[in-house]
């Protein structure tokens, strides 16, 4: 029988490796061995992982429900950073269900509280998911200066967001900034 910690690897793998429905078993089968050992924090741990599966699946209502419960338990443990991250994941989820009003509140909860954390990357990143949701839904100039504002924390810029780097600094200079 593989320990809880053993589920938790094998699931993660399993995701990973975009098998979705066994990686949803093995995290369920982890989160009963870690509330079988009153790990609490590590059932809310695989209740976010199965959450990450589940939206993965499609499944954004039940993938919600095991976020939100996680969530309650990072609170009640005073937890902040992965209160916020937590934040960050439902966000996603709100995000694919359309929900795009729901998912900048989130994203900027969770943003706000990385930025107390003084976690730079992670503020970043979720600026730059806020930035994201403003341009899928037409609000260039707004997404543009959130953009430009995520990127001054993010310390490895990805292909994409070195381009868009690249973009607001033209912008800025054809602008006279």
Known sequence: MPT????????????????????????RAAAAQYEE???ADMVAEMQVNLGLTLHSLGQHD????????AHAVFVRMDDTHRT???LGNMARVYAGQGNSE??????REAAAIFNELGDEENYGQTVLAIADLQLRSGQVMKAAATYEAGLEHVKN????QKLMKKLLGLRSRLGGG
Request: no cysteine; charged share 25%; hydrophobic share 40%.
């Open 157 to 160: 810029p990805n292909t994409r």
């Open 37 to 39: 050992n009153d790990v």
């Open 102 to 107: 729901q998912a900048i509140t989130n994203y």
């Open 4 to 27: 809880a910690e053993e589920l938790k690897d094998q699931g993660v793998a399993e995701y990973l490796r975009g098998d979705y429905e066994l990686a949803a078993e093995t995290f």
């Open 62 to 69: 039940a993938a919600l429900e095991q976020m939100t419960q």
């Open 84 to 86: 916020a991250q937590v």
